[in-house]
């Protein structure tokens, strides 16, 4: 699996209304804008191959942990979904992201997350983390 394999998944599963951004001009925006139900907000997707042993190091660059505590302190939502291999599917909240991007020990990292799935994802756990991210 890749980030882009990762968002062909969440494109396809979460309740959403998801748009692709790629922006060239401003650095350290997500990749993700979402809307449901007038909620809007922004998803910066990481993708791990390995469950690290010591320290979570999930690429978040230092422009892209900028931006999100920045969007958050102004009242907007934002998120990082992170998976790690095939079976473990993360959230965490852009007002942490500078903790995230500090490369948290494994323990650390856990206790930054808002949600988590370990294992197959049910069609119940994709809408329990629709609600989590459009809430």
């Known amino acids: 699996m890749s980030e882009k394999n990762f968002w062909t998944l969440i494109r396809n599963s979460l309740a959403l209304r998801m748009h692709r951004v790629e922006n060239k001009v401003m650095q ?6 979402y809307i ?3 909620s809007a907000g922004w998803i910066e997707l990481k993708y791990i ?3 690290p042993k010591k320290r979570v190091s999930c690429g978040l660059m230092l422009s ?3 931006w999100l505590t920045d969007y958050s302190s102004h009242g907007g939502k934002c998120w990082v979904l992170v998976r790690i291999e ?10 942490k992201a500078g903790d995230l ?3 948290p020990s494994t323990t650390d990292f856990l206790e930054l997350l808002t949600w988590q799935n370990k294992g197959n994802m049910t ?3 994709w809408d329990e ?7």
């Open 28 to 33: 350290g925006m997500p990749d993700v804008f």
């Open 36 to 38: 449901r139900r007038g």
């Open 49 to 51: 191959d390995l469950w």
């Open 64 to 66: 892209q942990s900028m």
């Open 86 to 95: 095939r079976d473990f599917i993360g959230l965490i909240d852009g007002k």
């Open 101 to 103: 991007y500090r490369r």
């Open 123 to 125: 069609d119940q756990k």
């Open 129 to 135: 983390l629709a609600d989590i991210i459009a809430g």
